[in-house]
């Protein structure tokens, strides 16, 4: 275990989830999926800036 996973397990628990509802996402709804991806990657992208200003 990194000290990031032991920092948030909730955090890390939430990622497994959400990646294996895109995985059944693309298979399933490839368009939405697709959608999906883009939008966690604004929102991972927006989060991470907003980490950095903060420190």
Known sequence: ???QLKQHPFESLLAVIG???WVWLIIHH???GLIVVVL???VGVGLFKHQQKNQ
């Open 30 to 32: 490839p368009f939405i």
């Open 19 to 21: 990646g294996g509802l």
């Open 1 to 3: 275990m990194s000290d």
């Open 40 to 42: 966690a990657i604004a």
